[in-house]
């Protein structure tokens, strides 16, 4: 196949995501390939176009073993043209359960073919001392292999159909996720109403005219306007609950998982 360019549309929370995404497409511009990568996280932003001669990717970090709901209703807004894709998922040490099946399904709907996956391993955003450190090294170079072994296997095809993957992991129904118990909170007296971090909220959470207030039942506990925010104005609610889940997910999850690559 012919890629003219790549052009990569990634959620993220607490940054990782966009991270591991630059450097896949900044591999993929090392081999001579245009590419651009579009931050889709904040409430109502655009989502990038994809030409007839793209490598689309579509890049998130894994909730509960499920996909943000925000990302999915922004990459259903996406168009392919029997696009070759690599799909994307960043995880905190654990797993990725049904991510990859659900993200597939839906960009499939929409006229892209999974051709090849990458399940990298990040800091995780809410249990903060699981996988410090990472993307390491060695979860960097996994996405460097999985940009040139993408790259090798289009070289070999003549239509996206041909590199199309024939299992994708995970299950239907999906996996029940109900969602974080903690939720983002605002301190008004830290707070200096810039205003970032309702640009920011993918799950416009968090009113513009009354920015001390988050509406707990939008919010997803992403974790991006906590770490976007530049005067440290927002935390988490759960005191003592969210100190000892944090302790024990810590503990459970110490045991190193390595990211993968298929395709």
Do not use: W
Not at 84 to 94: A, D, K
Not at 124 to 133: F, N, P, R, T, W
Not at 185 to 201: E, H, K, Y
């Amino acid at each position: 196949m012919n890629i003219s360019a790549c052009t990569a549309a990634y959620f993220t929370g607490a940054g990782t995501t966009r991270t591991i995404t630059e450097r896949f497409t900044a591999a993929i511009e090392a081999a001579g390939i245009p590419a651009r990568a579009a931050d889709i996280a904040p409430a109502g932003s655009d989502v990038p176009t994809f030409d007839p001669n793209d490598l689309a990717v579509f890049a998130v970090p894994s909730f509960g073993g499920r996909v943000p709901a925000p990302a999915l209703a922004q990459f259903a807004r996406c168009e392919g043209h029997d696009t070759p894709t690599v799909l994307i998922i960043t995880f905190g040490n654990r797993a990725v359960d049904d991510t990859f099946l659900e993200l597939a399904d839906t960009v499939r709907e929409r006229g892209f073919i999974p051709v090849a996956l990458g399940a990298i391993c990040a800091h995780h955003s809410l249990m903060i001392d699981v996988a410090k450190g990472r993307p390491d090294k060695t979860d960097l170079e996994a996405v460097d292999n999985l940009a040139h072994a993408v790259l090798d296997k289009l070289a070999r095809i003549s239509d996206a159909r041909d590199a199309e993957l024939a299992d994708i992991p995970g299950n239907r129904p999906y996996r029940d996720f109900a969602g974080s118990p903690f939720r983002a909170q605002a301190d008004a007296g830290v707070c200096t109403g810039c205003g970032s971090c309702a640009r920011q909220c993918p799950a416009g959470a968090i009113d513009p005219a009354n920015l001390a207030s988050t509406d707990t039942d939008a919010c997803i506990t992403c974790m991006r306007c906590i770490v976007g925010c530049p005067a440290g104005a927002r935390s988490l609610t759960g005191g003592e609950d969210l100190a000892a889940m944090r302790a024990a997910f810590a503990e459970r999850l110490a045991p190193r998982v390595e990211s993968y690559i298929v395709g």
